[in-house]
């Protein structure tokens, strides 16, 4: 199994926990976003992902994109250290509280959206992060008050899941950027509780080989 991502892409980061999580073996392939222009758009990273946005995962002859698809694909494929309860319902609200970061929060910062804002909308550094704050808010308060009615050790229920997945790279970004997090102490409580796991560690940005 081959990972073409790059160490602070969050959706990178939530294909590496996925990954660790379940104990499976894969190659890192390094993309990064930066250099020269992004490596995201070379025409040989294009073949493999016309969007130009890492991650891309290769298994055998299937190639995929789309974080949250290739972590259901892996969820689904094998089956140990499973990362979304069996009951439906169950089932649909863990996604919908992962969709609810994915969907809603890490489109409206990714690096393009980032880079447009300073490059053609002429935004200063600091109106550009007052973008970011205001939307981790927003969503974070959301999210926060989910969390009062799903969260037991984790973001749903006592085992790890495809919330947690999500929840840990906007959690990074966000301090990356210097968000205040007070306002939310059950999602810092199980954030804190996230970070005694292996597999966590083992998949945070700075511990990739590509981290500057
Ligand atoms: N919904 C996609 C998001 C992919 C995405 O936004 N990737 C970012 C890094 S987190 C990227 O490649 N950005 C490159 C760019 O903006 O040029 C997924 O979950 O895989």
Redesign the pocket.
Known sequence: MKLYG?WR????F?VRLALYLKELEFEYHPVH?VKDG?E?HTPEYRKLNPA????TFVDDKVTL????AIIEYLDERYEQHPLLPSATVDKARARALAYDL?CEL??VT???VL?YLTGELNCSDEQRNDWIHHWVHQSFTAFEQRLTETAGDYCYGDSVTLADICLLPQVYNAERFKVPLDNYPTLVAVHDRLQELNAVQQARPENQPDAQ
């Open positions: 790059y892409s969050s959706a990178s939530r976003l992004g995201q130009g946005l890492v991650p994109n789309q974080s949250l994915a890490q489109p990714n690096l393009r880079k």
